[in-house]
């Protein structure tokens, strides 16, 4: 797979979703920027790596819509901070 850190995640609805922090265990780390507000704020956002659908230039396309796309989770080592 061609994903590399600083790509552009955009949905099947062409809703961009987030900038790859890197790729680790088969899933998209997303950039902690662009994790969101509120209890998700400072976490990194994962995408499986299943849900690509192409790479094209700067940006990873998925196969499923921005809104289903992301798994919210919280960084395994900063939990409980």
């Known amino acids: 797979m061609g994903v590399k850190p600083h790509m552009r995640v955009i ?18 780390r997303l950039t902690r920027a662009d994790s969101g507000e509120g209890r998700h704020k400072g976490h990194h956002h994962y995408i499986d ?29 900063g939990k409980g901070t």
């Open 11 to 28: 949905g099947a609805d062409g809703v961009f979703i987030g900038t790859v922090d890197r790729v680790e265990n088969g899933r998209i």
């Open 49 to 77: 790596l299943g849900l690509v659908a192409d790479i094209e230039g700067q940006n990873v396309r998925l196969s499923a819509n921005a809104a289903v796309a992301v798994t919210l989770e919280e960084e395994r080592s």
